[in-house]
């Protein structure tokens, strides 16, 4: 049973469409994220949700999303796809907000915009 | 801006042989952590390590960490081709949240 579950793993799309990531978490923490990793597996933080409240919002474009209607799911919704929104987007749980529990991932969604 | 730097960026190791990774980072820290990374998978967390303890031990791995030269060490022992993987140190930083590092890839040679 996948404890970060992320759909889907693969995601092609045209520029300029709109498209959804959802990720749910069946470990009952609080806290989830997103981040993003590049090309050269560089690692980014976006958002941050603790029990369906932003707590992290990082300066991203404001075409990106995160929605959490509860605590155990956080989606990302993309509007307008660029380019350079390529990359593998990472959906992570932890048991709290307080950075003294290690973070569990999802296997990621690898987003190609053509 | 990123917090940790690894260092290698690349490691090649024959199996049986120890890995060394070493990671630097900018600010003050509460803990820092170590993440693998296998090809095409979520990164797994391996160990945290808070700023007031020097070593940990997991298993074959072994964490040091020294907060007046702002670094950490990651030790691989007996190495398997199973550790090939990407290896990330993480830290939270002066703010509330997790920062990583730039990796270091590992490949074990059989």
């Known amino acids: 049973d996948t404890a970060v579950s992320q759909t889907p793993k693969y995601l092609v799309t045209q520029m300029g469409n709109d498209k959804s990531i959802k990720c749910e978490q069946n470990?009952?923490?609080?806290?989830m994220y997103w981040y993003k990793q590049d090309s050269k597996k560089f690692l980014k933080i976006m958002f941050s949700?603790?029990?369906?409240?932003?707590?992290i919002n990082e300066t991203v474009p404001n075409r990106f999303s995160p929605k959490s209607p509860d605590k155990a799911h956080l989606n990302l919704h993309i509007n307008s796809l660029e380019l350079g929104d390529s990359a593998v987007y990472f959906c992570a749980s932890s048991r709290q907000a307080r950075l003294n529990y290690g973070y569990t991932f999802g296997s990621g969604t690898r987003l190609t915009v053509v | 801006s990123q917090q940790g730097e690894e260092d290698p960026q690349a490691l090649s190791i024959q199996e049986g042989e120890n890995a060394t990774m070493n990671c630097s980072y900018k600010t003050s820290i509460n803990n820092l952590q170590w993440y693998r990374q296998n090809s095409g998978r979520g990164l797994v967390h391996l160990i945290l390590?808070?700023?007031?303890?020097r070593e940990k031990h997991s298993g074959r791995l072994r964490v040091t960490l020294d907060t007046s030269k702002k670094s950490s060490s990651l030790l691989i022992t007996a190495s398997r081709a199973a550790d090939t993987a990407s290896y990330f140190c993480?830290?939270?930083?002066?703010?509330?949240?997790?920062?990583f590092g730039t990796g270091t890839l590992l490949a074990v040679q059989p």
């Open positions: 993480a830290t939270d930083g002066a703010t509330n949240k997790l920062i």
């Open positions: 949700y603790n029990n369906k409240e932003l707590i």
């Open positions: 390590i808070r700023s007031n303890e």
């Open positions: 470990l009952g923490h609080d806290t």
